[in-house]
């Protein structure tokens, strides 16, 4: 079945630094892909989609670009801030079946 | 209000008993979803809801587990015989059609402990 895998967190940066959080996937056909972030206490918000080879989706100073190739969706972003702490999710879903998420990376950003 | 609305926000429970677990979907939205999520991992999907209609019910773990949408908004996720296992946040999300590869909207979960 379809999969994703994401970086082993924690991931602890200081401010201003770049971030890199890799994702990929294993899927039959040309599923959407998402990045879900999660603030302590709070529920899963939308950050970030892709819906189809090489789209770049992007938010809040967040990037992600859809690579086919690679099977990957890597968010990155130039310089984070203490307020980015949380714990980020990659998910994929297929026309007609159910997102599917990975287990999630914790990002701390220490002032 | 604007989101999707989960309640009870924490619920505590002894090993035996039954519990229901309340979502209240944003407006409108079309699709309903209901998942658990273990400490430390994302989401699994429990159960997929068009409207009134259950259409998979694939993810949940076992016959204790049933969720329904009768009038095709909100919905309940009830655990019978609760086991120490089923401990969990669980999460509800709505999306607005029928297509699933749509952005999903989550509710703050409720937190479920067994003891």
């Known amino acids: 079945g379809d999969s994703v895998t994401q970086m082993e967190g924690p991931v602890t940066l200081s401010e201003e630094a770049f971030l890199t959080i890799n994702c990929t996937y294993t899927?039959?056909?040309?599923?959407?892909l998402f990045w879900y972030v999660q603030y302590p206490g709070e529920g899963l918000q939308l950050l970030l989609k892709a819906t189809k080879a090489d789209d770049k989706g992007s938010n809040k100073g967040f990037e992600a670009t859809y690579r086919k190739e690679t099977t990957s969706f890597h968010l990155e972003k130039g310089s984070v801030q203490v307020s980015d702490s949380a714990v980020y999710f990659c998910a994929l879903t297929n026309y007609g079946q159910n997102f599917v998420f990975g287990p999630g990376t914790r990002l701390s950003v220490l002032p | 209000g604007a989101g999707v609305s989960q309640s009870p926000r924490y619920k505590v429970a002894k090993r035996g008993q039954d519990v229901a677990l309340r979502c209240d979907p944003i407006?409108?939205?079309?699709?309903l979803f209901w998942y658990q999520q273990a400490l430390g991992q994302g989401p699994e999907f429990l159960t997929y809801f068009q409207n009134e209609a259950q259409l998979d019910k694939s993810g949940l773990p076992s016959d204790r587990f049933f969720a329904e949408r009768p009038e095709g908004s909100v919905s309940t996720l009830k655990i019978q015989r609760t086991q120490q296992e089923d401990s969990a946040v669980y999460l509800c999300?709505?999306?607005?059609?029928?297509?699933?590869?749509?952005?999903?909207?989550f509710g703050d979960g409720t937190r479920l402990s067994i003891l």
């Open positions: 407006s409108g939205h079309v699709s």
């Open positions: 999300a709505s999306s607005l059609g029928r297509i699933s590869n749509q952005p999903q909207h």
């Open positions: 899927a039959t056909g040309y599923p959407s």
